[in-house]
């Protein structure tokens, strides 16, 4: 199985190089931001809860994400692999989802990390929060306590993967094309 965890800070573009690596695999993409706002669109308990945190830039609970992310492992046994976009985004969910593909006898292929500064990222969400319909991005306020969020929780996962030896970077700047070109690089060189 190729099984690839997508990282980077809100903004780096994981949603959209998730869509390339789709069409070109043919993998499953389980993106917990999705999952989650699709319980909120539902208007499940679980949503309504997710949404009180997501609306001010906190993650939600592990407990609630694991859950969710074993429940899509369950639901796709015959699967060639997953991307994980926006999950593990602490060392928490890492461990949790290495204890989960252990009991399918499998293991995540690759960390791949989208580099981006912060200007950079702020620029981008503003600019999506204007056509994205998304709470969480029309506000500036919001948006740095996502990406201090990141910081605080969800950097440390990469020190997980790289004692692992399972962590790449690549530079999140520049075309859709010549970012997807590098990461396809990194997925044939594995
Ligand atoms: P982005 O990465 O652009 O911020 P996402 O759609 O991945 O957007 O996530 C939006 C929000 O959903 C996060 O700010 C957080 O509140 C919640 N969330 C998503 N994934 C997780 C996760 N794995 N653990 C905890 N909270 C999460």
Redesign the pocket.
Known sequence: MLNLVLFGP??AG?GTQSQNLIEKYGLIHL????L?RNEISQGTVLGLEAKK??DQ????PDAV?IGMISNKLDANKDAKGFIFD?????VA?AEALDELLKTKNSAISVMIALEVNDEELERRLLLRGKDSGRP?DANPEVIRK?IKEYNDKTAPVAGFYKAQNKFKSVSGIGSIGEIFDSISAVISNL
């Not at 830039?57 to 939600?60: D, R």
């Not at 926006?86 to 602490?90: I, N, Q």
């Open positions: 809100p903004g994981k993106s917990t931001g999705d989650l945190l997501m830039g906190i993650l939600v994400v926006g999950f593990p985004r602490t969910q969480d996502r």
